[in-house]
């Protein structure tokens, strides 16, 4: 396969790997957020607060991921090597 | 002519003596436009200041007092010298995100200088604040709870510390340039009201984002105001 290949594959496999944990941590945030808000109405506000932190913290990560992959896909620092690679390989 | 996507597109042409690329000449010149628009809004809503007021100065009245309630809500009274910080930080990211989502605009925020410029500034006033209040004493904050674990603690504490400002860049920025990729990709795939729904979740991400951003450098600042144990 050819670098370019690889990189497409990388950062679509990448972002995926990194929303599944990230979703899932998400999911478990939001569920305990609504159980605390249904048993307690009154301290929803506080919940809502703390649970925004945490979700901004959990979200970051799938963040990282998508900023690799922009990085892969836009900003390759080995693509100048390996068009020169391709040329030799070429010739 | 070909008409150009950006309004300020020709502040490229201005910035080019500076060896900047088109993207960042894109965000500093909106930058600049959202400077002069908080500017103006906030004179023109401070040089008339009334006891019953109009509409303008209800509406800035709002916005500043919701701020000021969340800064005494999650930092304290203690934490009120940090309101104009704050709120600045927090009014120009709201606007610079809010921006991008009128046609023509492009939000400074989706550019990685813009968002790291805040985030130091954040970084460099919690470790400001924190040597004010403390003094030398704020060494320990470093130091973690155990004396005897101290030298291992301090280098994981930088490391601590060093990660908060590349982790409020990279949210923000990856946020907001995600957001811009995925509209110009659906615009390009099927540009008639496909869009929108992105464009109403920009609406949501572009709050969220900026109060995220607000309250993470609350909490920082007041971190560092608190007494180390």
Known sequence: MSFFTMCVLAAGIGMALGTLGTGI??????????????????????????????????????????????????????KDIALKLAETVAK | ????????????????????????????????????????????????LKSIPGSLQNFMEAIIGGIENMIVDTMGEHGRPFFPLIATLAIFVLVSNLIGLIPGFFPPTANINTTAACAIIVFLSTHVVGIKHHGLHYLKHFCGPIAWLAPVMFFIEVIGHLSRPVSLTLRLFGNMNGHELVLMIFFGLAPFLVPLPMMLMGVLVSFIQAFVFMLLAMIYIQGSLEEAH
């Open chain 2, 1 to 48: 002519m070909v008409h150009p996507l950006l309004f300020l597109e020709f502040f490229r042409n201005l910035l080019a003596p500076l060896h900047i690329t088109g993207a960042s000449a894109d965000a500093i010149a909106y930058t600049w436009l959202i400077i002069v628009l908080l500017l103006v809004l906030s004179v023109l809503t401070t040089s008339a």
């Open chain 1, 25 to 78: 941590g998400q999911g478990l945030a939001v569920k305990s957020a609504v159980e605390g808000v249904s048993r307690n109405p009154g301290a929803s506000g506080k919940i809502l607060t703390t649970m925004m932190i945490g979700l901004a913290m959990i979200e970051s990560l799938a963040i990282y991921a998508l900023v690799v992959c922009l990085i892969i896909l836009f900003a390759n620092p080995y």
